[in-house]
């Protein structure tokens, strides 16, 4: 017997329909077994630094780079393994990645990333014509 | 000594997913089965409270007045805070539970130094740290809804947005996180600090704060400090989802840690005083509309009480009352 019983479950399923979201939201895009594919140029054998650390810290070293031109100049970077990259965006990252929406994006999106490069910097693909 | 048992019990939590995962290897169990028993304690224990407060029986109405009753017309009566009908009610609920006012309410009686004058004054600041959490705490899950979802609803990009506002460091400083952190330390130290709640506070007070508190700090030093891969978390959290969890052995172990802090937070969640989010909906000091005047309310479990009334009391002893003089209605 329940007090109430109707107000009371009508809440009860509205919460629980409102906090299983993320079981049935994918599902319903039809998307649970999306994996992004970021698009890796061909015939590069590295990075400028090792893929692990691309991976997990791209961020700190283009923020190093950004501080490192904007605040005192430098347009050198020497990596771990001792090579020497013109720092830029433009130039050095989007030259082999050259489509930002086959290779930043997919990543970026998918975790609702979204890094603030292309408030100033411009998307090459897209001025060539080919990005979307 | 409440506090020490809850911090080492907090401890220990944090130290056996270090193991479990960095010793023992066990990436299924902490990424995936305990959190599955977990969310199941939760939806099932949360259902079976609310099913058994509804169960309870509120023959009257026992709303906690803070205002004037409704009554003749040309009586201005207070609404909100002692509600006569739905509206009313709802306005009441909806001002509590989004704004916590009898939290707003709250006043602070003291024993002014010097003078013997007890001095009553407001006291805003449980209500500012609790209104501080609750919110951030609200921001941070949906901001988490980015490894929940695919693809990520706007609601979380626009709080996202928002919360990075500053665009500090990269990736960008989130306000709630050091909101959240904050509120729960004020929540803390409060409980510590003034000797009368702490004399009332219990394991069960500090518990769920140390690991609120755990779960903010590991959440702030993955994105900050130790930074997680976090395709590999959103593929974990997809895996979980759509019930064919990933091992993922190549994520930091402090992603474990607060991965396995969660669950326990959503275990313990309906067995707790934690449970008071749905609580908050049910108590019925607050979600009655005071209308015992108006309106006649039944006893659902009324019983027909075998009642002696002084009219057959007198009849049985009548005579007995007479010779010891003792007045009665009927000669």
Same mark, same amino acid.
């Given at each position: ?9 009508l ?8 906090? !299983?979201f ?15 594919e ?8 590295s ?17 190093q780079?950004?501080n490192?031109v ?19 965006? !433009?130039?050095?990252?989007l030259?082999c ?9 997919q990543?970026h ?12 910097h411009?998307?090459?693909s ?7 | ?45 949360l259902?079976?409270?609310?099913v ?16 004037q009753?409704?009554s ?8 909100l805070d002692n509600?006569h009908?739905g ?13 916590f006012r009898?939290?707003?309410r ?9 003078s013997n004058k ?5 006291d ?12 951030s705490f609200?921001v941070?899950?949906v901001?988490?809804?980015r ?27 989130y306000?709630?996180?050091f ?15 003034s000797?009368m709640?702490?004399y ?12 609120l508190?755990g ?7 993955l ?8 395709v590999?978390?959103?593929?974990l ?11 993922s ?21 309906p ?8 609580g ?37 002893f ?7 003089g003792i ?5």
């Amino acid at each position: 017997m329940m007090y109430d019983g109707s107000k009371i479950l009508l809440g009860l399923v509205i919460f629980l329909i409102a906090v !299983t979201f993320p079981f049935w939201f994918s599902w319903v895009n039809e998307k649970s077994g999306f994996v992004p594919e970021p698009k890796l140029p061909e015939g590069e054998e590295s990075c400028v630094e090792s893929a692990e650390y691309m991976k997990a810290l791209h961020m700190d070293l283009l923020n190093q780079w950004r501080n490192a031109v904007v605040r005192d100049g430098r347009r050198v970077y020497v990596s771990s393994s001792g090579n020497r990259y013109e720092i830029s965006l !433009t130039g050095t990252c989007l030259g082999c990645h050259s489509n930002k929406a086959e290779f930043c994006d997919q990543c970026h999106d998918y975790v609702g990333a979204n890094p603030f490069c292309w408030d100033c910097h411009v998307d090459t693909s897209v001025s060539r014509g080919e990005g979307k | 000594m409440n506090v020490l048992v809850s911090f080492i019990i907090v401890i220990f939590l944090v130290l056996l997913a270090i193991v479990g995962v960095q010793l023992g290897g066990l990436y299924i169990l902490f990424g995936a089965v305990l959190p599955y028993v977990a969310i199941a304690l939760f939806l099932g224990g949360l259902t079976y409270r609310v099913v058994s407060w509804a169960r309870a029986p509120v023959p009257f109405r026992i709303p906690t007045t803070c205002g004037q009753q409704k009554s003749l017309p040309w009586i201005k009566s207070s609404r909100l805070d002692n509600p006569h009908d739905g509206v009313g009610v709802l306005g009441r609920m909806a001002l509590e539970v989004l704004l916590f006012r009898s939290l707003f309410r709250n006043s602070r009686t003291e024993l002014k130094e010097g003078s013997n004058k007890v001095v009553f004054g407001p006291d805003k600041w449980l209500w500012m740290g609790a209104l501080l959490f609750h919110y951030s705490f609200l921001v941070i899950f949906v901001r988490h809804m980015r490894f929940f979802s695919e693809h990520v609803p706007s609601l979380t990009l626009l709080l996202q947005g928002l919360d990075g506002f500053f665009q500090v460091g990269v990736p960008v400083v989130y306000m709630t996180s050091f909101m959240f952190l904050v509120a729960v330390t004020y929540l803390f130290a409060r409980r510590i600090i003034s000797p009368m709640v702490r004399y009332i506070s219990l394991p069960a007070d500090y518990f769920p704060l140390f690991l609120l508190l755990g779960i903010g700090t590991t959440g702030v030093l993955l994105r900050h400090i130790f930074k997680t891969d976090v395709v590999g978390v959103k593929e974990l959290g997809m895996g979980l989802l759509s019930f064919s969890p990933v091992a993922s052995p190549d994520l930091h172990y402090l992603f474990y840690v607060h991965l396995f802090l969660v669950t326990v937070l959503i275990a313990y969640f309906p067995f707790s005083k934690l449970v008071h989010m749905a609580g908050v909906f049910l108590s019925p000091t607050r979600n009655l509309a005071n209308n015992n005047r108006e309106r006649r309310h039944v006893n659902p479990w009324d019983y027909p009480v075998k009642v002696h009334t002084y009219q057959e009391y007198e009849e049985e002893f009548r005579d007995k009352m007479i010779k010891v003089g003792i007045p009665v209605e009927k000669e």
